[in-house]
């Protein structure tokens, strides 16, 4: 068979970053997976619940795509701006179905 995803409905948003102080996502219930659009600053994230910096965790820069696969690394997601002040738009939180 295979994965289908089904788009949580109302939870699309984007989420503000500052190199000021880490931020993390307001999940759904129902979301298992997401996937955000890196808009106009590179940011530093982790998947593992520890607090990125400047040079601590995955860069991504301007028009990369951050995909998170399960619930845990979307619970443990956090974000900080590399320096300028930046957001991560079109975030889009999904189910994830066995089909």
């Known amino acids: 068979m295979g994965v289908k995803r089904s788009s949580v409905a109302g939870a699309q948003f984007n989420l503000a970053v500052t190199s000021a102080s ?3 996502l307001t999940v759904p219930d129902a979301a298992n997976i997401a996937q955000m659009y890196v808009r106009t ?3 530093v994230f982790t998947r593992n619940g520890t607090d990125p910096t400047a ?4 860069e991504a820069g301007v028009g990369d795509i951050i995909a998170l696969n ?3 690394e979307l619970d443990k997601f956090k974000v900080i701006a590399v320096s300028t002040s930046g957001e991560l738009d079109d ?3 999904f189910t994830d179905l066995a089909g």
């Open 55 to 58: 040079t601590k965790g995955m």
């Open 70 to 72: 399960s619930r845990d």
């Open 91 to 93: 975030i889009e939180f």
């Open 22 to 24: 880490v931020v993390a």
């Open 41 to 43: 600053a590179p940011v």
